[in-house]
């Protein structure tokens, strides 16, 4: 069965730091891979996705993710953080029928000023 | 405005009593879903939609049901609620199934079961 691993639960950094949030996914077959991002009180909004190609692809809000295979990860990356992207940070991977997506349990962002 | 609603946002019931969460899409999506999302957990299916009248169990269906007798709607209904349902509920809807279409999710409804 497929899963997803975020290691980080909290992650606190200061505004203009690079961030860096670990996804490692479990899938036996090309994985599909998502980030999407929950702000307070808000749905789920989709950062970026990975089907094939370019392992390193680009999302909204400036950040970027790479995938990489050898080490079954995605990792979300933003060079410059700015106090909007405190949030809760969610990992997918597609899987399964039903156009079901098997979610990490979330890394909460904090940033300080 | 391409979107996905749910209501209500908030509610709150005691054990036992029936309700209905409702959510709709308005981008002619044929495959919609369920979510919950408890700490620790992140978000896990409860139920889905291939289409009109065409409905599957998730990873987490029971104490729930679900109907989808038009397109664009796909409520959640709870017919015996239990404190163990009070959750964070996620409606989800995408053009079509497989792994790499894109789900776009509504607001949520936040659950209490007293």
């Known amino acids: 069965a497929q899963s997803v691993t975020q290691p980080d639960i909290h992650i606190t950094v200061s505004e203009g730091a690079s961030l860096e949030l670990r996804c490692n996914y479990s899938?036996?077959?090309?994985?599909?891979l998502f980030w999407y991002v929950q702000s307070p009180g808000q749905g789920l909004q989709l950062l970026l996705k990975y089907f094939s190609g370019d392992t390193l692809v680009q999302g909204i809000k400036g950040f970027e993710a790479e995938f990489k295979r050898s080490q079954s990860s995605f990792n979300l990356r933003k060079p410059s953080v700015h106090w909007s992207d405190a949030a809760e940070y969610f990992c997918?991977?597609?899987?399964?029928?039903?156009?079901?997506?098997?979610f990490g349990t979330g890394t909460q962002l904090k940033v300080e000023l | 405005e391409a979107q996905v609603t749910q209501n209500p946002r908030y509610l709150i019931t005691v054990t036992g009593k029936k309700l209905t969460v409702t959510c709709s899409q308005n981008m002619n999506h044929e495959y919609m879903s369920w979510y919950r999302q408890d700490p620790g957990l992140g978000l896990r299916q409860i139920y889905y939609?291939?289409?009109?009248?065409?409905?599957d169990k998730g990873d987490v269906p029971e104490g729930y049901k679900v109907s989808r007798k038009e397109k664009r709607n796909f409520p959640l209904i709870l017919e015996s609620p239990s404190p163990n349902q009070t959750s964070l509920y996620f409606c989800?809807?995408?053009?079509?199934?497989?792994?790499?279409?894109?789900?776009?999710f509504g607001p949520g409804t936040r659950l209490t079961v007293l």
């Open positions: 989800a809807s995408s053009w079509a199934g497989g792994r790499n279409n894109e789900q776009f």
């Open positions: 899938y036996g077959a090309t994985p599909y």
């Open positions: 997918a991977v597609g899987a399964g029928g039903g156009n079901k997506l098997t």
């Open positions: 939609s291939m289409n009109v009248e065409v409905t």
